[in-house]
């Protein structure tokens, strides 16, 4: 055995300590290693919880061997932004044209009125178009109607609970 100055350690010196080892002795708490030292132990009265779901160590366990399926993820509907409206003393008229929205059915398309707003909801090839808007003023939801343009859009016509201009359609925000 070679000490560091190339000569042989005499049989009554001990070996040197690991770095590792004299770094926890010679600095106590504030050695860079004092994790290393400690030394950990269950107490007798340490209760033990175990079941599914719990991380109790031991070696790995399979949970399952069936293959789990995948949810159905559901996709948020797609804002329709882009509309055009116009009105007289007792209707007003949505035209909702362009885009997915030109490939539109009569049986991808709902439209829901209620007493101050509406909402179409069009399914496009998987993918739901929807417009919500509220109202300005009042309209009568049972004089309400759409229908669907092949190649154009959505025409959406609500009828007035009371007659007269609106001059806007969406209720201002404030």
């Known amino acids: 055995m070679c000490g560091t100055d190339g000569k042989q350690a005499s049989a009554a ?4 300590q690991s770095a590792l080892k004299h770094n926890q002795e010679t600095k106590g708490r504030n050695s860079y290693y004092y ?5 950990f132990e269950v107490p007798e009265d340490a209760k033990v919880v175990r079941g599914p779901g719990l991380i109790c160590g031991g070696p790995p366990e399979k949970l399952s061997s069936t293959a789990v399926p995948a949810q ?13 409206w116009n009105e007289d003393d007792t209707l ?3 035209s909702v044209d362009g885009g997915a929205i030109a490939s539109a059915t009569l049986e991808g398309t709902k439209c829901e009125f209620m007493d101050d707003e509406f909402t179409l909801s069009v399914m496009v090839d998987g993918n ?4 919500q808007v509220t109202l300005k003023k009042k309209i009568d939801p049972s004089g309400c109607k759409f229908r669907v343009s092949k190649g154009k859009g ?7 609970a009371d007659k007269g201009k609106w001059m806007d359609l969406v209720k201002n925000k404030k």
């Open 92 to 94: 007003m008229k949505v």
């Open 154 to 160: 959505v025409r959406i016509t609500l009828a007035k």
């Open 35 to 39: 994790a290393h030292n400690r030394k």
């Open 13 to 16: 010196q001990p070996e040197s």
């Open 72 to 84: 159905k993820i559901e996709k948020k509907p797609e804002a329709i932004r882009n509309y055009t």
């Open 128 to 131: 739901e178009h929807r417009l």
